[in-house]
C-alpha cells in the first residue's frame, strides 16, 4: 500500500507561487502514475496534473497549462506541483493520488491511493 502525504500549501496572493509536495512511502510508487486533483467547495473534484514516474510523461487540465508544472525527485520519492502566477480560482483543496496504470489519466476512479488533502488559498 502507498501512502501519500501532501504538504506546501497556504495562502497567497493572485499571481503569487506555491510548491506543492506529494511524498510517497515507498519506492514502488516510481511504477506509478501520480495525479494531482483539487476540490473547491461546492465543485467536484476535478483533475489538475499527472506523471508517469518512469518516463515523466505528463499531462495538464487546460487551465494550468504554462502555470503548473509536475516533476519528480528520485531520491526523494517525492512528486512536486509548481504553481506560478496563481488565480482566486485555483482556491481549493489539492489531493495527489497515485494509480498502478502506468498511462496518464484524468479520471480519479484510476487511482487508488490518495492523501489527506491540502488547502490553498489565493487571494485576490
Known amino acids: 500500500q502507498v501512502q501519500l502525504v501532501e504538504s506546501g500549501g497556504g495562502l497567497v496572493q493572485a499571481g503569487g507561487s506555491l510548491r506543492l509536495s506529494c511524498a510517497a512511502s515507498e519506492r514502488t510508487a516510481r511504477t506509478y502514475t501520480i495525479g494531482w486533483f483539487r476540490q473547491a467547495p461546492g465543485k467536484e473534484r476535478e483533475f489538475v496534473a499527472a506523471i508517469i514516474w518512469s518516463s515523466r510523461s505528463s499531462n495538464y487540465l487546460d487551465s494550468v497549462k504554462g502555470r503548473f508544472t509536475i516533476s519528480r525527485d528520485n531520491a526523494k520519492n517525492t512528486v512536486y506541483l509548481q504553481m506560478d502566477s496563481l488565480k482566486p480560482e485555483d482556491t481549493a483543496v489539492y489531493y495527489c493520488?497515485?494509480?498502478?496504470?502506468?498511462?496518464?489519466?484524468?479520471?480519479?476512479?484510476?487511482?487508488?491511493?490518495w492523501g489527506q488533502g491540502i488547502q490553498v488559498t489565493v487571494s485576490s
Open positions: 493520488a497515485s494509480s498502478s496504470g502506468g498511462f496518464l489519466s484524468r479520471n480519479s476512479n484510476d487511482y487508488s491511493y
